[in-house]
């Protein structure tokens, strides 16, 4: 048993070596977008000082970090470089929920390595899963699939079962028994490296798969109550609320110092009026997360279940966040005339941005369902991972 001031040294700890390869982080940002993957020193360097392993529980040695904080660590970093965020968020979540979820054989053949493994992959259900005696043999083709070039291990959702009885589960497989697509092609994200891969026919134990909606833990604190529907949503929006900052600190930075035939960007009152709107909006976008993750962690520690309006509360503040977020980047990336077009931090932020808008979790579907929860129409409704589903 680990005692709340033990756990909470390792968060501070967690915390201070996370602020310290931001420097890092930002300097290869550029680098990695030409690789196509975060740099190797990136990668081994969040590796090294337990990043990856911030949501894996302390049992198996890692950090457990709590909503608020998580929030704001994965702010900081994609602060730094968007693709850096997107990737741990996408990691942390994989290999944290199978440490969480996973049998005892499994765990205790995965985590024994120091340091501890990556996972990452593609969760969605997209796969296919036949029974066997022992385990299930897994099929199918992925897309999709964040963070997969730096991962030990791949967190791959399936379709275990036929008809009526079949259950979407996550399976966690080695890496070599998959074959990689080099098609990461993309508008933003480009470091992130989220390549498609395929497989066919691999066995895996019964004891390295999970529901996809357990939020049941076999071991770790309340915080894997949430599930990961829930602990992808701290991601997605620190990712957008750091993200949407970096763009306006270098759209300021530019206000300062830019010269020439057009004058002083920071002379434009025209300009002083929409920096002081995208300022209004992502600082209140910001507070409405933080408020929400704050009043759910408290209700997490007291040892109450998540009722069904804090879910849809955290949903919100992700779809505000992720839709200011793109507002903002985008009002830095006009207010930036040709500095925002070549390369450099205000064209990345907006790429990047653009790039996570479209992720599922951001849906209007999941904005219309929030309305329809908040408004008390939901009836007998429960939230699926992204739309309110009959009981």
């Not at 198996?60 to 693709?83: F, K, N, Y």
């Not at 709107?277 to 408020?291: D, K, P, S, Y």
Request: with cysteine; proline share 3%; charged share 20%.
């Amino acid at each position: 048993m680990i005692r709340a001031s033990e756990g909470s040294r390792a968060e501070a700890g967690l915390l201070q070596r996370a602020g310290e390869l931001l420097p890092l982080i930002g300097r290869l940002g550029e680098a990695g977008e030409r690789l196509g993957a975060l740099s190797p020193e990136v990668a081994a360097a969040l590796r090294a000082a337990g990043l990856f392993a911030m949501w894996v529980p302390r049992c198996l040695g890692g950090a457990e970090l709590g909503p608020v904080d998580s929030l704001e660590l994965i702010e900081r970093v994609a602060h730094a470089d968007g693709s850096t965020g997107w990737v741990l968020m996408a990691a942390a979540l994989a290999t944290g929920t199978a440490g969480a979820y996973l049998g005892d054989r499994a765990v205790a053949e995965i985590f024994r390595r120091t340091p501890l493994p990556v996972m990452a992959g593609q969760g969605a259900p997209v796969g296919s899963a036949r029974r066997v005696d022992g385990g299930y043999l897994l099929s199918g083709r992925w897309s999709y699939g964040s963070g997969v070039r730096h991962a030990d291990y791949l967190h791959t959702g399936a379709l275990a079962g036929e008809g009526e009885t079949a259950e979407a589960r996550i399976f966690i497989v080695p890496r070599e028994h998959f074959e990689f697509a080099g098609n990461w092609d993309v508008l933003g994200l480009r470091a992130t490296g989220s390549i498609d891969y395929s497989g066919a026919g691999i066995f895996v134990p019964a004891d390295a798969t999970h529901l996809t909606d357990c939020a049941t833990p076999l071991r770790g604190g309340a915080f894997y109550r949430l599930g990961i529907k829930g602990m992808g949503s701290i991601g997605h929006t620190g990712f957008a609320l750091g993200v949407a900052r970096r763009a306006l600190d270098e759209i300021a930075a530019l206000a300062a110092g830019k010269s020439g035939r057009l004058g002083l960007l920071g002379d434009s009152e025209s300009f002083l009026e929409r920096f002081g709107a995208a300022e209004a909006q992502l600082r209140a976008a910001r507070a409405l997360a933080f408020e929400t993750w704050r009043d759910i962690e408290a209700g997490l520690h007291r040892g109450e279940p998540l009722p069904i309006r804090q879910q849809s509360l955290h949903r919100l503040a992700l779809n505000h966040a992720t839709w200011t977020a793109s507002e903002v980047c985008t009002f830095a990336y006009h207010a930036g005339g040709g500095t925002s077009l070549r390369a450099g931090a205000i064209q990345r932020c907006f790429r990047d941005m653009h790039a996570g808008t479209q992720h599922i979790s951001s849906a209007s579907v999941v904005l219309r369902d929030c309305g329809r929860e908040l408004a008390g129409l939901a009836g007998n409704r429960e939230w699926g991972f992204t739309t309110l589903i009959q009981k």
